[in-house]
């Protein structure tokens, strides 16, 4: 569970320190790697999302990721199948 938010949490910190070019991610886009995953979630949640989800306590928004943008991650990134470049990475 920590380790959700730990990874949600270095999309906030790394929306800071670079300029990601958001017009690359389509909405069926699979990352490469870690910072590509990071990157295209920085572009696609909009600021009030992101400030919205620091707010929460942690429980709440561990389960909300879970239930939502944490399945539709699993499932269009190919985790659940394990045959996309992200799951390999750590796998």
């Known amino acids: 569970m920590t380790a959700k938010l730990i990874i949600i949490l270095t999309i906030f910190s790394m929306?800071?320190?670079?300029q990601v070019d958001c017009e690359k991610y389509s909405d069926k886009y699979n990352p490469i790697d870690?910072?590509?995953a990071l990157n295209y979630l920085d572009c696609i949640w909009s600021k009030s999302d992101k400030d919205s989800f620091k707010s929460k306590p942690e429980d709440d928004a561990v389960t909300e990721m879970h239930f939502g943008t944490g399945m539709g991650i699993r499932n269009s990134w190919g985790l659940?199948?394990?045959?996309?470049?992200?799951?390999?990475?750590?796998s």
Request: aromatic fraction near 22%.
């Open 34 to 36: 870690l910072n590509d």
């Open 80 to 90: 659940w199948k394990g045959d996309s470049d992200i799951f390999k990475i750590f």
């Open 15 to 18: 929306s800071i320190f670079a």
